[in-house]
């Protein structure tokens, strides 16, 4: 089991844009050093804890979790990521996170299917 703690544990306790060009503490850099490099590792579950930041913009969490199918990230275990997300603060922020999945999901599938 891996744990990451999004705060200055792991990340930062400043989340910052979606893009690493718009910004520090981007939600691409986040996934592309702590999210991608924990799946690479192959652990049999990934927990996610997103207290203890300062907060979230919904850009951030769509490209940190979102862009993991982009990235060609196997959909159940994205999916599975989501499942495992800790939030006592903002419990909706999983809600927020699953969707943001679902969504790149359903989109990666609709330009497969018209390739």
């Known amino acids: 089991m891996t744990t ?3 705060n200055v544990v792991d990340f930062s306790e400043f989340p910052g844009p979606r893009y690493e060009q718009h910004g520090p503490n981007s939600g691409e850099r986040f996934r592309r050093e702590v999210l991608l490099e924990a799946i690479s590792k192959k652990p049999e579950k ?3 804890n997103l207290d203890g930041v300062l907060g979230y913009g ?9 862009g993991l199918i982009r990235d060609g990230v196997q959909s159940e275990v994205a999916l599975e990521i989501a499942n495992n997300l800790i939030s006592e603060i903002d419990p ?5 996170i699953t969707e943001y999945i679902k969504e790149a999901i359903e989109h990666r599938n609709k330009n497969a299917r018209n390739s």
């Open 46 to 48: 990934i927990i996610v």
């Open 4 to 6: 990451i703690n999004v």
């Open 92 to 96: 909706s922020l999983k809600i927020e």
């Open 58 to 66: 919904s850009s951030f969490l769509e490209e940190a979790f979102g």
